[in-house]
């Protein structure tokens, strides 16, 4: 796939705006000089052909007519002139005009000004009535003569000279965008510096290197801060995903090897030497043991997976107070033969958002470990209260607690205080890790309380769900 460059875009995109803007001002320029000249164009027009008006003098002929005088005349040779009768008879013309120039000239009927073009090129012409007085008799206050004046003037000079005047102006938008464009380009190259490092940390993260700290420049803009500190969050929870599935699976390794090598050291104990019946029935019972341990250890390996990658239903509630009974009706055998007594006290019935499978497993989990963990002649309390629009499960035992360098890792996979992990000690310490995972997808939170020689509570705090 094609990569593009944003700095280079960037930079591209501001030195086509300031072009454009250098080139909308030359434009600009011009056409307001154009528009001065062509008013004093017009003026210069007119006064030329108020000049051609002053130059018409009595024929002094029977008829009374009027006449051009060309000594009267100052005027350049390229312009052309007529001058009409009002019945449009020709008194007067420019005498080195073309022919087809003064054809275009005679052409326009209507007064003003107006353009036209001829084989050399476009003329501005004027055209209008006026009245010559011709002092003929002093005593009557002279002779009034109604004469059409046209004039026309070459409008090639005009251009030239604006183009010559804005010249000017084109020059220092050149030269301006030229500096400014090498300082943008700087400019632009600094203040997008902390992006391209921001880019080129980031490109480094891998599975195998996890290091993101963001650089101070980064961290002190504004619109990337947030984005260092997000990416650098999330570094940090896709690392710690992957350290633990590669503890896990180097304790789930270890688990299902220490319980394949028992059963098979139990097997190869079993034929070394004939047995009795009862020899046999004892190391096949052993041999039961040793698989239900294996399958209990995959069955929470599942669990946990299913946990984790399952997508969460936030619209199911079911009722704790339903579940802990389900779980104490099952576990009362296991209390009594423990001499532990369990009980329940029922605060408040309230429902909290999670799957009724993943409700009576964290109930089941928790007061299993606080059975095992229990002493003769102690005690369990399940207790069930609402506190703050949120449901609250207290498992409190009076066991041997849990000592206080291990409080901070109980939640780890397969953690165990007891790090001899004999038979005796319990489960495959994945039980606690079930129960963090259950309580974070319900959006709640688990905490332990625990005191050597005392006891241990385990408090679950979880968002009501409507009854």
């Avoid at 000089?33 to 004093?40: K, L």
């Avoid at 619109?223 to 896709?238: H, K």
């Avoid at 009974?325 to 999670?354: C, G, Y």
Wanted: aromatic fraction near 6%; include cysteine; glycine fraction near 6%.
């Amino acid at each position: 796939m094609r990569t593009t460059s944003l700095s280079r875009q960037l930079v591209v995109g501001v030195l086509l705006a300031e072009l454009l803007c250098a080139a909308m001002f030359s434009f600009t320029a011009i056409a307001h000089e154009m528009h001065g000249r062509r008013r004093a164009f017009d003026v210069m027009l007119r006064g030329r052909a108020d000049s051609l008006l002053g130059a018409v003098q009595d024929a002094e002929d029977p008829e009374d007519n009027v006449f051009v005088d060309p000594t009267e005349l100052a005027v350049p040779q390229e312009d052309a002139y007529e001058v009409l009768s009002p019945t449009g008879r020709t008194l007067g013309q420019s005498p080195n005009s073309p022919a087809d120039l003064l054809a275009a000239l005679g052409a326009h009927r209507t007064g003003g000004y107006f353009n036209f073009k001829t084989n050399k090129g476009w003329y501005r012409a004027v055209r209008f009535e006026g009245v010559r007085v011709i002092d003929r008799n002093e005593d009557q206050g002279g002779l009034r003569r109604p004469v059409i004046v046209i004039y026309a003037a070459s409008t090639r000079d005009l251009w030239h000279e604006a183009v010559e005047a804005v010249r000017f102006y084109v020059l220092a938008s050149v030269l301006l965008l030229a500096v400014t464009a090498a300082g943008l380009v700087w400019f632009l190259r600094r203040r997008l510096s902390p992006l391209q490092q921001l880019a080129a940390i980031a490109g480094r993260v891998s599975a195998q290197s996890w290091e993101f700290v963001p650089p101070n420049d980064v961290l002190r803009t504004a619109e990337l801060a947030p984005i260092a500190l997000s990416i650098q969050q999330l570094v940090l929870g896709l690392q710690q995903a992957f350290e633990r599935q590669r503890q896990l699976t180097g304790d789930a390794a270890h688990e299902l090897k220490t319980s394949i090598a028992v059963l098979k050291s139990s097997l190869q104990l079993l034929s070394m030497n004939p047995r009795t019946t009862e020899q046999y029935e004892a190391g096949l019972e052993g041999l039961l043991l040793d698989t239900e341990r294996m399958e209990e250890l995959a069955n929470r390996m599942l669990a946990l997976a299913r946990l984790e990658e399952a997508p969460v239903n936030r619209t199911e509630a079911t009722d704790l107070q339903a579940a802990l009974n389900a779980v104490v009706a099952r576990l009362r055998p296991l209390s009594e033969l423990r001499q532990v007594a369990l009980e329940v006290r029922i605060e408040s019935a309230s429902k909290a958002h999670m799957q009724a499978e993943d409700a009576e497993l964290l109930c089941s989990n928790l007061i299993m470990n606080a059975l095992q963990h229990s002493t003769p002649a102690g005690r369990v309390s399940a207790i069930v209260q609402s506190c703050n629009g949120a449901v609250e499960l207290h498992i409190v035992d009076q066991g041997n607690g849990i000592p206080e360098a291990s409080l901070p890792h109980v939640f780890e996979r397969f953690y165990r205080a007891d790090r001899s992990r004999s038979r005796n000690s319990g489960g495959a310490g994945l039980g606690l890790s079930i129960c963090k995972a259950i309580v974070e997808r319900a959006n709640g939170t688990i905490q332990i309380q625990s005191e050597a020689g005392t006891g241990t509570e385990v408090t679950v705090r979880l968002p009501a769900a409507p009854s």
